[in-house]
């Protein structure tokens, strides 16, 4: 689904306000009530954008800081190799569809 960006929204709201300009306040209202909330999500789209970025470059900010003097920041290179890696995966849920094991007799003493 193509999500409509800010500026567009802002655009087209700018142009229906225009065109109801001599309209009265009581048509105009109902007439605008569906662009606030797609006005609201193109905002917290843009806001959520940026705050990732933000939050990544300040990441990439402190990872040059401990790279400029590697012996000083053992530490803090070690904690970003971690970080970089892959998660471990973990071993797959056993399938509730296939047989179970019985577990084993024990072993009968002779008489």
């Known amino acids: 689904m193509n ?7 802002l655009s087209g ?6 065109a109801l300009a001599d309209a009265p306040w009581w048509i105009v209202i109902p007439l605008l009530l569906p662009a606030f909330p ?6 917290a789209t843009l806001a959520t954008a940026c ?3 933000r939050a990544a470059a300040m990441r990439r900010r402190h990872e040059d800081r ?3 003097d590697p012996d ?7 904690h970003i190799a971690r970080m970089h890696q892959p998660a471990t995966a973990l071993p797959p849920p056993p399938d509730p569809a296939a047989p179970t ?5 024990p072993p009968v003493p002779p008489p």
């Open 13 to 18: 709201l700018a142009a229906g306000t225009s």
């Open 38 to 43: 797609a006005l609201a999500s193109g905002i």
């Open 101 to 105: 094991q019985q577990p084993a007799e």
């Open 3 to 9: 999500a409509p960006t800010l500026p567009s929204l």
């Open 72 to 78: 000083r920041c053992r530490a803090g290179l070690d």
């Open 66 to 68: 401990y790279l400029e």
């Open 51 to 53: 705050s990732d970025n």
